[in-house]
């Protein structure tokens, strides 16, 4: 059976609709189908609606017409196959990583000895072996992600849906995340959508990255990196890397939209282009 396959199929939706008023249309007849195990990301200005098309995935909001399938079969309300991890972590302040961990399989009903094996495997996973009885105000931003994504993957979702959760880390912290998070989905595979603003990560992570645009929220372009994988933060060096980011810039800030063929080959070093980042940083 093939697990974790999403299609979104000419979904528009309009928020503020109470009060019989019409409301404004977020997304505008997205399509995308994302297969078992692939990386998306969704890059796109503040506002266009990336959040409303994870929230509509995670089953929180309704299309206003368009349907959104996974495996098939539409999604209907939230569920723990479908994983949400954000920007801050909803762990539980009062309980251990070890028990904050195996809280979705204690929902279920599993034993405690059962789920600590789970939780602790994890645990391991994400490279906190050791912390498993520290609470989360003892840990680190970067670890308290790490922790909140074992805790979503302990109900082996078939889906993980990550709306830039890595945004409050450092630079550095969120390149080791970014590392961590490719190699936990080696090992897991389960499809994942990583909403970001930041060219670097979602070139970085993304099997497919797909460029949205604003008012309405609609997708402007695909592409795809196509770097081999295990993939190394060094690969933001690469001219292929630094190309497709300039054509991320240009859909990003330009109406225009020029083609990929047009765009000029970089000359600049590692270090200007990374000031040029900021200079565009949306
Ligand atoms: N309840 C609402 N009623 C009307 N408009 C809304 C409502 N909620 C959100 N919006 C609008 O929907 C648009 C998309 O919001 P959304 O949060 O999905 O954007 P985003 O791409 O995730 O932005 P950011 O990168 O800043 O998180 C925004 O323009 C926002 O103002
Ligand atoms: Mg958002």
């Given at each position: 059976?093939s697990a974790?396959?999403i299609?979104?199929?000419?979904?528009s939706?309009?928020?503020?609709?109470?009060g019989?008023?019409p409301?404004?249309?977020?997304?505008?007849?997205v399509?995308?189908e994302?297969?078992?195990?692939e990386?998306?990301?969704l890059?796109?200005?503040?506002?266009?609606?990336k959040?409303?098309l994870?929230?509509?995935?995670?089953?929180?909001?309704?299309?206003?017409?368009?349907?959104?399938l996974?495996?098939?079969?539409?999604?209907?309300?939230?569920?723990?196959?479908r994983?949400?991890?954000?920007?801050?972590?909803?762990?539980?302040?009062w309980?251990?990583?070890?028990?904050?961990v195996?809280?979705?399989l204690?929902?279920?009903?599993?034993?405690?000895?059962?789920?600590?094996?789970?939780a602790?495997a994890?645990?391991e996973?994400?490279?906190?072996?050791?912390?498993e009885h520290?609470?989360p105000?003892?840990l680190?931003?970067?670890?308290?992600?790490?922790?909140?994504?074992?805790?979503?993957?302990?109900?082996?979702?078939?889906v993980?849906?990550?709306?830039?959760p890595?945004?409050?880390l450092?630079?550095l912290?969120r390149v080791?995340m970014?590392?961590?998070?490719?190699?936990v989905?080696?090992?897991i595979?389960?499809?994942?959508?990583?909403?970001t603003?930041?060219?670097d990560?979602?070139?970085?992570?993304?099997?497919?990255l797909?460029?949205?645009g604003?008012?309405?929220?609609?997708?402007v372009?695909?592409?795809v990196p196509?770097?081999?994988?295990?993939?190394?933060?060094?690969?933001?060096?690469n001219?292929?890397?630094?190309?497709?980011?300039?054509?991320?810039?240009a859909?990003?800030?330009d109406?225009?939209?020029?083609p990929?063929?047009?765009?000029?080959?970089?000359?600049?070093?590692?270090?200007?282009?990374?000031?040029?980042?900021w200079?565009f940083?949306?």
């Amino acid at each position: 059976m093939s697990a974790g396959r999403i299609a979104i199929q000419d979904v528009s939706i309009r928020l503020g609709t109470d009060g019989g008023q019409p409301g404004v249309e977020v997304l505008h007849r997205v399509s995308a189908e994302f297969a078992p195990g692939e990386f998306i990301c969704l890059l796109g200005p503040s506002g266009c609606g990336k959040s409303t098309l994870l929230g509509a995935l995670a089953g929180h909001l309704r299309p206003s017409s368009g349907s959104l399938l996974l495996d098939g079969v539409p999604v209907d309300g939230p569920d723990p196959e479908r994983g949400l991890v954000f920007q801050h972590h909803t762990l539980f302040p009062w309980k251990t990583v070890l028990d904050n961990v195996g809280y979705g399989l204690k929902m279920k009903g599993v034993s405690r000895a059962q789920r600590n094996l789970e939780a602790s495997a994890l645990i391991e996973l994400v490279g906190l072996a050791g912390f498993e009885h520290r609470y989360p105000r003892e840990l680190s931003g970067g670890m308290q992600q790490r922790v909140e994504i074992a805790r979503v993957l302990i109900n082996h979702p078939r889906v993980l849906l990550m709306d830039e959760p890595f945004g409050a880390l450092d630079a550095l912290t969120r390149v080791k995340m970014q590392e961590l998070l490719l190699d936990v989905w080696g090992r897991i595979r389960t499809t994942v959508v990583f909403i970001t603003h930041d060219i670097d990560e979602a070139l970085f992570l993304a099997d497919r990255l797909l460029v949205m645009g604003p008012r309405p929220g609609r997708i402007v372009e695909e592409i795809v990196p196509g770097f081999a994988r295990p993939r190394h933060a060094d690969i933001v060096t690469n001219p292929h890397f630094v190309a497709l980011k300039r054509r991320c810039l240009a859909l990003l800030h330009d109406d225009a939209h020029p083609p990929l063929e047009r765009l000029t080959p970089l000359g600049r070093d590692p270090v200007s282009e990374a000031a040029t980042q900021w200079r565009f940083a949306v």
